[in-house]
T-cell receptor
Framework: GENVEQHPSTLSVQEGDSAVIKCTYS??????FPWYKQELGKRPQLIID?????GEKKDQRIAVTLNKTAKHFSLHITETQPEDSAVYFC??????????????FGKGTKLSVKP | NAGVMQNPRHLVRRRGQEARLRCSPM?????VYWYRQLPEEGLKFMVY????????ESGMPKERFSAEFPKEGPSILRIQQVVRGDSAAYFC?????????????FGPGTRLTVT
C-alpha cells in the first residue's frame, strides 16, 4: 500500500519569509495529492491539491509542485503571515478497490510564523 | 451551503461502554470516509463507505468497530466496549460522486475520551 513521508516535522520562519514542506510517496498508482491545514482543535482544511497530470499549481501565496518520477511533492508558502501558523499535512490517494481511494497522510509539519 | 456535520463534538465514555459517532456529508456527496487522529499525529484511514455499501474497511480494527451509511440518515461509526486506547479525534470526510472527484472535505470531528 501507499506510504507518505513528510519533512520537516517542525518549521519556524520569520513573517514574510517563505516556507517549504516536502513529501514523498511510494505507490506510483497514486494520482491525487492534497494538502491540508489544521489549526489547533479544528478540522483539516483542504488548501490546495494537485493531480499527477500537472507539475505545478499555484493559488495566491500557496503553490504545490509534483515530481512523478521521483515520487515527491512540495508545498511552498510565500510571504508568510502569523495566521499561516498551523499544522500542515500532505496526503496521497490510495487505491484499494473501489472507484475512489482513501487518503494516506504524512505525519504533519508544525509551521510557526514569528511576527 | 452546509459543510460536513459531525455529532457529538465531544463524547465521554467509560471503559466498556459503546460510542456512536455520526456524520452527515455535504449535500450532493455520496462518499464518506472515516479517519482517526491521535494527539500530535496524522490522520489514519479507517473505512470508506457509499450509501448502503462498505467499499473499503481495511483500516478499521476487526473487533469492536463497525460503520454504516444507510440509505437515509447519517453515516455512523460505532465502537463497542471502548478502551482507553480508543481516545482520539474521529473525523469524517465526504467527497462528491463520480470518477475523478477526489477532493475530501472534513467535518469538525468528534473528540472521544474514554475514562
Amino acid at each position: 500500500g501507499e506510504n507518505v513521508e513528510q519533512h520537516p516535522s517542525t518549521l519556524s520562519v520569520q513573517e514574510g519569509d517563505s516556507a517549504v514542506i516536502k513529501c514523498t510517496y511510494s505507490d506510483s498508482a497514486s494520482n491525487y495529492f492534497p494538502w491540508y491545514k489544521q489549526e489547533l482543535g479544528k478540522r483539516p482544511q483542504l488548501i490546495i491539491d494537485i493531480r499527477s497530470n500537472v507539475g505545478e499549481k499555484k493559488d495566491q501565496r500557496i503553490a504545490v509542485t509534483l515530481n512523478k518520477t521521483a515520487k515527491h511533492f512540495s508545498l511552498h508558502i510565500t510571504e508568510t503571515q502569523p495566521e499561516d501558523s498551523a499544522v500542515y499535512f500532505c496526503a496521497a490517494n490510495n487505491f484499494n478497490g473501489g472507484s475512489q481511494g482513501n487518503l494516506i497522510f504524512g505525519k504533519g509539519t508544525k509551521l510557526s510564523v514569528k511576527p | 451551503n452546509a459543510g460536513v456535520m459531525q455529532n457529538p463534538r465531544h463524547l465521554v465514555r467509560r471503559r466498556g461502554q459503546e460510542a456512536r459517532l455520526r456524520c452527515s456529508p455535504m449535500k450532493g456527496h455520496s462518499h464518506v470516509y472515516w479517519y482517526r487522529q491521535l494527539p500530535e499525529e496524522g490522520l489514519k484511514f479507517m473505512v470508506y463507505l457509499q450509501k448502503e455499501n462498505i467499499i473499503d474497511e481495511s483500516g478499521m480494527p476487526k473487533e469492536r468497530f463497525s460503520a454504516e451509511f444507510p440509505k437515509e440518515g447519517p453515516s455512523i461509526l460505532r465502537i463497542q466496549q471502548v478502551v482507553r486506547g480508543d481516545s482520539a479525534a474521529y473525523f469524517c470526510a465526504s467527497s462528491p460522486r463520480g470518477q475523478g472527484s477526489y477532493e475530501q472535505y472534513f467535518g469538525p470531528g468528534t473528540r472521544l475520551t474514554v475514562t
